[in-house]
Each structure stands twice: as structure tokens, then as C-alpha cells.
């Protein structure tokens, strides 16, 4: 790659200003650009944290509540569930980064009941599954689940 000109680099560093810049002066790319403080995280809220928790706990219960349309998807939604990163999951499951992301997506998309999910949210398939059931048989679980007995 042909180095840029010295008036291209200043002019280019008067337009950005305090952005920070994604080439050396040579031209070539910077691995990650970004402050050293927002590769760490250490500016996460603890609410940032109870959301992630909460999240792979949802993605915990629908790996084993979820009927998945193949084994494919299983092995990657477990995987994803144990915060393997895409590019692992992908070297593991001998599949493509894209093909990850698409299927992680795609069933993130329907645990949430998100428009693209197919099915709908667990919630809602349980909300089905108890409008179906006879009211007597509601009323005589419905203690376990207040917690009364």
C-alpha cells in the first residue's frame, strides 16, 4: 500500500479532530482503535451486568425447553449460552462466523418473541399451553407456583 502524502495525514487529522484515527500514518489499519478504557469495560453499570445475567439465564431455560430444528443449532446455541465467542463456536461446529451469528439471531430472536422468531417467546408458548388447560387443573397448581401449599 502506497504511503499517504504528509499534507493528506494533517489534513486529515484537522477534519477529525478528537475522533479517534483507525490508520497508522502509514496507512495501514489499527487492530481496534478504541481507548484502552472501552476494550476493558470497566464504564459497565451493574445493571449492564444483572442484564447479561439475566439473559443467558433466559438462554439457559431455552436451551432445554426449545424443540431445535436441528443439531446444528443445539450445539450452537449451547455453546453461545456458555459465552463462547462466535469465532470458537464457529471453528467447533466446523461452520462459517456468519452461519453463528445468523443462528444465534435467529433464536435469540424467538426466545425473546421478537418479530423474525418463529413460534414466539417461551412466554407466550406457555401462556398457549395454559389457556388450553382445564381451569380446575389451573387452580389446583397454581398454589405451587405462589408459593402456597
Given at each position: 500500500?502506497?504511503?499517504?502524502?504528509?499534507?493528506?495525514?494533517?489534513?486529515?487529522?484537522?477534519?477529525?479532530?478528537?475522533f479517534p484515527d483507525i490508520e497508522y500514518d502509514s496507512g495501514d489499519l489499527k487492530s481496534n482503535p478504541a481507548p484502552a478504557h472501552a476494550r476493558r469495560g470497566s464504564a459497565l453499570e451493574a445493571s449492564d451486568y444483572e442484564a447479561q445475567a439475566?439473559?443467558?439465564?433466559?438462554?439457559?431455560?431455552?436451551l432445554h425447553g426449545h424443540r431445535f430444528t436441528s443439531e446444528e443449532d443445539k450445539t450452537i446455541w449451547a455453546l453461545h449460552v456458555e459465552g463462547v465467542p462466535y469465532r470458537e463456536i464457529a471453528a467447533q461446529t466446523g461452520t462459517y462466523v456468519r452461519r453463528v451469528n445468523d443462528t444465534v439471531g435467529r433464536l435469540r430472536a424467538e426466545m425473546l418473541g421478537e418479530k423474525?422468531?418463529?413460534?414466539?417467546?417461551?412466554?407466550?408458548?406457555?401462556?398457549?399451553?395454559?389457556?388450553r388447560m382445564p381451569p380446575e387443573l389451573l387452580l389446583a397448581v397454581a398454589p405451587l407456583f405462589l408459593g402456597e401449599q
Open positions: 500500500m502506497a504511503r499517504p502524502s504528509k499534507r493528506l495525514v494533517a489534513e486529515r487529522r484537522r477534519l477529525l479532530g478528537d439475566e439473559y443467558y439465564r433466559l438462554a439457559g431455560a431455552f423474525g422468531g418463529r413460534g414466539g417467546s417461551m412466554v407466550e408458548q406457555i401462556n398457549k399451553r395454559l389457556r
